[in-house]
């Protein structure tokens, strides 16, 4: 066979299969209407693909006049992705079928030693979530592991990630694959968080979206024409190293970054320990404003601030038609309230913030989404064409151990 009829097999080959994912269960009469290829060439698709273990008859086309017609939908577990989130301060793991349905999410408080002991743990709440739900390890066959920072293919370690200790003197990829003992990605996790919106969540059928996580740390994923905006080094979107809020010229926001200094969690407990002289977490930070405290009230008014501050700078640049907020504490409605007020204020064009409604699934989401795509390209050897990641409809996708 000529490489140009093995190309052209293997885009076939995928055309069926996401006719089949996108839209199962299907008669191979509707798969060539959809695809254009003939008949007998979908015949003998389906039939590999059946051989090969991928999709199953299902049954029989019903209300139609004439004879009826098998029809074919996938086998959701042929295989499995786990979708990793890893946080500065919460670890969230998950394994999902071919069908993008997440199953068995397991939580964990991050390894502070970081580096190889991170990775271990990763693997191991890995097998924990695969036991749960009884799956075997051989059949999970790719990890998506969303980072909070920038992986750079060249080394394998991951940059721009103060929260995490030694993922940037190591070779992060190496040793997640050798811990998993199969295929791996890295990918940030707020570009996770924007495609897990973009399919399920607040941004569904937006092509210019932005997503902003604020925790620990602050970081943003954007799309822009429906494409994932990574840039040269994986960095696009380090909104953590936006020279402001803190002095951009003080070693310390080199490591840290200027803006997260001032916006994320360790700026809001320094704030309010001198205004009150007390040390206490973010979450009583909150719980004090709720009941009328000045002192908490007026550090959630200035993070609103800093966090109009990044919304305004996202909106100049991109102009999504969206910005979708999450995080630990982007999400809270005390947040977003006054950071509206604020936006009117700095920048004329007028700018629909949202909190996320995938919340703490919205990475995980993602990670699974763009570990279906690998799975596919690796599959069938052929990119989609337009380069786009081809999921089941999100009415079809079940999402099991929410709200854990």
Request: charged share 20%; hydrophobic share 45%; proline share 5%.
């Amino acid at each position: 066979m000529s490489e140009t009829l093995r190309i052209s097999r293997k885009f076939s080959q995928r055309a069926v299969m996401e006719a089949i994912v996108q839209n199962g269960p299907i008669s191979r009469a509707s798969i060539a209407k959809q695809t254009g290829l003939s008949k007998q060439t979908i015949s003998e698709i389906v039939r590999q693909l059946e051989e090969a273990g991928w999709v199953q008859e299902t049954g029989r086309t019903t209300g139609h006049i004439g004879r009826t017609a098998v029809t074919y939908e996938l086998i959701p577990d042929a295989a499995f992705i786990a979708a990793v989130d890893l946080g500065g301060t919460k670890v969230r793991v998950a394994i999902a079928d071919l069908a993008c349905q997440v199953f068995a999410e397991e939580v964990a408080a991050t390894d502070p030693r970081g580096g190889k002991y991170l990775i271990n743990q990763i693997a191991e709440l890995c097998w924990q979530a695969a036991r749960t739900q009884k799956i075997d390890r051989s059949r999970i066959r790719l990890a998506v592991v969303g980072v909070p920072g920038a992986p750079d293919p060249k080394t394998g370690r991951v940059l721009l990630a103060p929260n995490i200790a030694g993922f940037a003197d190591m070779n992060v990829f190496a040793a997640f694959e050798e811990a998993f003992g199969f295929d791996v990605m890295l990918e940030n996790d707020v570009n996770l968080a924007v495609l897990g919106e973009n399919w399920l969540g607040e941004g569904q059928g937006i092509d210019n979206l932005a997503f902003i996580a604020l925790g620990t740390g602050i970081g943003s994923g954007l799309m822009v024409n429906g494409e994932l905006v990574r840039g040269a080094g994986n960095a696009a979107g380090e909104l953590g190293f936006l020279p402001f809020g803190a002095d951009p010229f003080d070693s310390e926001s080199i490591r840290a970054g200027a803006y997260e200094r001032v916006v994320a969690s360790v700026g809001m407990a320094q704030r309010y320990k001198a205004l009150t002289g007390r040390d206490v977490k973010v979450p009583e930070i909150f719980a004090a404003a709720n009941t009328g405290e000045e002192a908490a009230s007026q550090v959630l008014d200035e993070t609103a601030r800093y966090l109009a501050f990044g919304v305004g700078a996202i909106s100049a640049i991109a102009n999504p038609e969206k910005i979708i907020i999450g995080g630990s504490i982007g999400v809270r409605p005390e947040l977003i309230e006054r950071a509206r007020k604020f936006l009117p204020q700095i920048t004329p064009q007028p700018i629909d913030i949202m909190p996320s409604s995938l919340q703490q699934q919205a990475a995980i989401i993602g990670a699974a989404a763009i570990g279906l795509g690998h799975l596919h390209n690796t599959f069938f050897g052929a990119d989609a064409p337009d380069g786009r990641i081809s999921l089941p409809p999100a009415s079809s996708v079940l999402l099991q151990g929410a709200g854990k």
